[in-house]
């Protein structure tokens, strides 16, 4: 028995012993090889983005319920030519690009003013900025109830301040011809602080030398807004533009928790008609269309703005 | 410690004492009533136990529930440690408001989890559910008398609920036919009635209505007579969900269906009949006139919240809802009566649709034996009764507990006219929309059409031949028209 423990010990002794000793043979990568692992991560990455990508491809071109499994097949192109002839379709790519449209033109022109008013570094300035970033703390669902109890026509306080100006029965998004109105105010509220935190770091960075220059020789404030702030912010405001564009043509939130769409189909936008085809009609073909048309969109829109970045960016290098 | 008062529980069960000796020598023993309650039913349970099933054959199973935010939840969380120590087995659940509840459904059935072994649906859903193969027919479970107890009583579940929750998965396949599958076991039900404020009421001078041309004038007539309320709460949103209720209730009590099954077992549209328009155009009327201001977003809630605070003077919405909102910290608790509901000038009775909260099994369940136990007692009668009685398990499914005195005595006490009320309805009560797999997509139209014609979007003539245009181009695609 002592033997047995002592024999045991003596190997324990041994391996430790080992531990600190130099490897034998060191492992080598060829150098061939190199580029490969070292993208490999990128590739998994990437692998994991088109898998679910192009399984969205796949059902798209189907004619898949899931409440009728026995008729799944593919059916190709047909989900997306029935798009043509369907006017709820037609329907969602108005009012989603009316609203995306709407939303940014908005955020763009109140975030650019208020970035202006807020571009000289004082303590009251900053103070104000970061007061101004509440909203985007928020999230939009949240945001969107709150609205909700605002624009609540019985005891919102909106409505209350909109009868005091002389507007009566003010229904808010309860009503089709104000419903847009009410989620671009919501959408606004929400993300024009992003845009003029973006414009105002823009504004910030931008060289003094040409605004020293111009208010040595007197030139106008407007003409040098017009002529040197604007073009040099052109780069800041695409970025500001091209980010709120991808995500306001993908809104949901803010007006599925409004609401739901309606009234009628004034604001089916291509997220809310997709996440109800899906989870109340569950008919996976027609919802995955309706992604994947939504996906090209942002594609086309993001395509446009990049490369416009780029002339953009080319040219100031070629300037300099 | 509690002998005395398990042994005059035991009685009661026996049928020794009545309800009333019981509860007064519970009394007398400085029992509390809701104690009194959880005795009673650990009596019962133990009665359940002797009934010479194997209630042990799945000891030591654990099974996993998906339920919604409801108070028949509640009910059976407060009543489950019975159910533990009646079959030895465990129960974990996970709970979701009901906002998100459908979507964490569909998600967890259509991925083939066996994660969750049974769970709550609405019988709509089961449309979805059944054929999709996601779901048991538990007609095997109920016929086999070596997986049920013998006291279980299926034919104790009020008929038109029953017979609702069962299809044959044919498209406008009738439910409850011969050939149907049991899809999901009805838990607790809707009826869609009038719950009215009699205080309002007796202010304002107003009689029950009787029919929706007089439903339509006396809400006309409490708003403009009552200072800050509108007349009438109906649900509003763009979801299936406002067709159902009382809106269905009333097109049904007119002969109305949503869709025509041809002979050859094709669809179409039903909607654009003369009646329906009629109908539409005062119901549109209606919520015009004294219809909440901002009547497209309300869901149940809104509805039902609006009631309890005294902003509107009715609603024609699910009775239960009527129920919750006449007790609580509502400021109009107390104020609430009930009264049936016939649209229809020239029907019999009313024909309230209903919505039934059910239990249904999940076919990717791996405990499927052990799931049907805690389903068989969830919605047998000993729960049923301890949930009527005790918690707020309104509306129960079956005809034991409706019969119940003590039941129905607790109800007239405090929610006048709903005993009333449910049985003059309960006879015409049942899911009148045709089953077919595209339910969600039309009505979900359907609601949407009636926003546009409350706002005047569209006259209901042409909005009416539209949907139905639209009804029939979506059946065509999906092979059913």
Redesign the interface.
């Known amino acids: 028995m002592y033997q047995l423990i002592q024999g045991a010990l003596e190997r324990r002794i041994m391996a430790t012993a080992t531990v600190g000793d130099p490897p034998k043979r060191k492992f080598k990568i060829n150098k061939k090889y190199l580029p490969y692992l070292l993208s490999l991560p990128a590739l998994l990455t990437c692998i994991g983005i088109l898998i679910p990508f192009f399984t969205a491809v796949a059902y798209s071109l189907q004619r898949y319920r899931l409440s009728q499994p026995w008729a799944r097949k593919y059916n190709w192109g047909e989900n997306y030519l029935n798009f043509m002839t369907d006017p709820s379709f037609w329907n969602t790519l108005k009012v989603s690009m009316t609203y995306a449209f709407v939303t940014v033109g908005v955020e763009l022109l109140l975030g650019l003013g208020i970035a202006l008013l807020l571009q000289k570094r004082t303590r009251f300035n900053n103070f104000v900025s970061i007061m101004l970033l509440m909203p985007l703390m928020t999230a939009p669902a949240l945001a969107s109830l709150m609205w909700k109890l605002m624009t609540n026509p019985g005891f919102g306080v909106l409505s209350y301040f909109a009868e005091l100006i002389g507007i009566q029965d003010m229904r808010w998004a309860s009503d089709p011809s104000t419903a847009m109105l009410t989620v671009v105010i919501v959408d606004v509220w929400v993300y024009t602080p992003f845009i003029m935190i973006l414009l105002l770091a823009g504004l910030r960075s931008l060289p003094r030398q040409p605004f020293e220059a111009a208010e040595l020789d007197g030139v106008p404030r407007l003409f040098v807004f017009w002529k040197i702030t604007l073009p040099m912010l052109t780069p800041f405001l695409l970025t500001a533009t091209l980010f709120r564009v991808i995500e306001s043509i993908q809104q949901f939130d803010i007006i599925y928790a409004m609401t739901q769409g309606g009234p009628g189909d004034t604001l089916t936008v291509f997220q809310v008609e997709a996440y109800l085809n899906f989870f109340q009609s569950t008919n996976v073909g027609r919802s995955a269309a309706l992604l994947m048309i939504l996906w090209a969109i942002t594609y086309f829109l993001s395509n446009i703005f990049i490369k416009n970045w780029l002339r953009l960016r080319e040219k100031a290098h070629g300037d300099a | 410690m509690y002998e005395k008062e398990k042994r005059l529980a035991k009685s009661y069960i026996n049928g020794k004492v009545s309800r009333r000796s019981m509860l007064r020598g519970m009394a007398s023993m400085g029992v509390t009533a809701a104690t009194a309650g959880v005795l009673v039913n650990a009596a019962a349970t133990q009665a359940l136990a002797q009934n010479g099933f194997d209630w042990k054959k799945h000891a030591g199973t654990t099974v996993k529930l998906l339920l919604n935010q409801h108070p028949y939840a509640d009910a059976m969380i407060a009543n489950i440690e019975n159910f533990k120590e009646l079959t030895g087995m465990d129960v974990v659940y996970d709970i979701f408001p009901e906002d998100v509840y459908?979507?964490k459904v569909?998600a967890a059935l259509?991925s083939g989890s066996s994660e969750y072994d049974a769970f709550m649906t609405g019988a709509y859903m089961t449309?979805?559910y059944g054929?999709?193969?996601w779901i048991d027919d538990l007609n095997e479970y109920i016929g086999d008398a070596s997986k049920t107890n013998p006291d279980y009583n299926w034919e104790d579940m009020l008929e038109g609920v029953r017979d609702s929750c069962a299809w044959n998965g044919q498209p406008g396949g009738a439910l409850g036919s011969d050939d149907a599958k049991q899809w999901c076991i009805p838990w607790g039900y809707e009826q869609n009635n009038l719950t009215y404020n009699s205080r309002m009421f007796k202010e304002a001078g107003l009689s029950i209505p009787t029919n929706l041309d007089e439903l339509v004038g006396t809400a006309s007539e409490a708003k403009s007579k009552l200072d800050g309320v509108y007349g009438i709460g109906v649900r509003g949103?763009?979801?299936?969900a406002t067709i159902h209720p009382g809106f269905l209730s009333a097109y049904a009590n007119f002969g109305q269906k949503d869709l025509n099954v041809s002979d050859d077992g094709k669809l179409s549209a039903a909607m654009n009949t003369d009646v329906s328009r009629s109908m539409h155009e005062k119901w549109v009327k209606m919520i015009q006139e004294s219809g909440?201001?901002?009547?497209?977003?309300h869901t149940w809630y809104q509805a039902g919240t609006d009631l309890g605070a005294g902003?509107s003077a009715m609603i024609f919405d699910a009775d239960i809802l009527g129920y919750f909102m006449n007790g609580g910290d509502n400021a109009e608790a107390g104020n609430l009566s009930f009264a049936p509901f016939a649209a229809n000038p020239d029907a019999d009775a009313p024909t309230p649709n209903i919505w039934i909260w059910s239990l249904a099994m999940a076919n990717a369940s791996k405990k499927k034996d052990a799931a049907w136990y805690f389903m068989q007692w969830a919605s047998g009668p000993e729960h049923g009764l301890f949930g009527a009685t005790e918690m707020d398990f309104v509306n129960p499914v079956r005809k034991s507990v409706w019969a119940d005195a003590g039941f129905r005595s607790r109800l007239d006490k405090s929610y006048s006219g709903y005993v009333d009320m449910h049985d003059l309805s309960a006879p015409g009560a049942k899911i009148h929309f045709t089953a077919q797999?595209?339910f969600?997509?039309l009505t979900?139209e359907w609601?949407?059409?009636l926003?546009?014609m409350?706002?005047s979007?569209v006259p209901v003539d042409e909005g009416l031949d539209q949907l139905a245009q639209?009804v029939d181009r979506q059946l065509k695609?999906?092979?059913l028209g």
Do not use: I, M
Not at chain 2, 292 to 297: E, L, N, V
């Open positions: 459908f979507d569909t259509s449309w979805t054929p999709a193969g949103s763009r979801s299936w909440a201001p901002d009547w497209s977003t902003k797999p595209l969600f997509d979900t609601a949407a059409t926003q546009k409350v706002a979007e639209s695609e999906a092979g």
